[in-house]
């Protein structure tokens, strides 16, 4: 019979990290960081995407479209949607803490 690992009774981890455990500093350091992130990853794919763009079709879109228009609102909204869900597990633990004891 093969044996079973139990599973951690530790807190909920995403990749590593401790998400239930974070504090508010925390919880707002690791949206930013999230929003930069996917900002520069959204800027690379874009830059490489105008690239082919305009070489493949003799276009003359302007690299910093790249920034304004696809890499910006994806880092913006991925750092609001981090900080709604960072914030309202924060809170909700802050709810629990408080209402326990």
Same mark, same amino acid.
């Given at each position: 019979m093969p044996a079973s690992i139990p599973?951690? *009774? !530790?807190? *909920?981890?995403i990749l590593g990290?401790?998400?239930g455990d974070l504090g508010l500093f925390s919880s707002l350091l690791m949206a930013v960081a999230f !929003?930069?992130?996917?900002?520069?990853?959204?800027c690379f794919v874009a830059i490489l995407g105008i690239l082919f763009?305009? &070489?493949? !079709?003799?276009? !003359?879109?302007?690299?910093a479209d790249s920034?304004?228009?696809f890499a910006l609102p994806a880092g913006v909204a991925a750092m609001a949607l981090a900080l709604v869900v960072l914030? &309202?597990?924060?809170?909700?633990?802050?709810?629990?803490?408080?209402?326990?004891?």
């Open positions: 599973a951690p *009774n !530790g807190p *909920n981890r990290l401790p998400l !929003g930069f992130l996917v900002f520069f990853a959204t763009w305009n &070489s493949a !079709g003799h276009h !003359g879109v302007n690299m920034y304004r228009y914030l &309202s597990l924060w809170a909700r633990r802050r709810f629990a803490d408080t209402v326990r004891g």
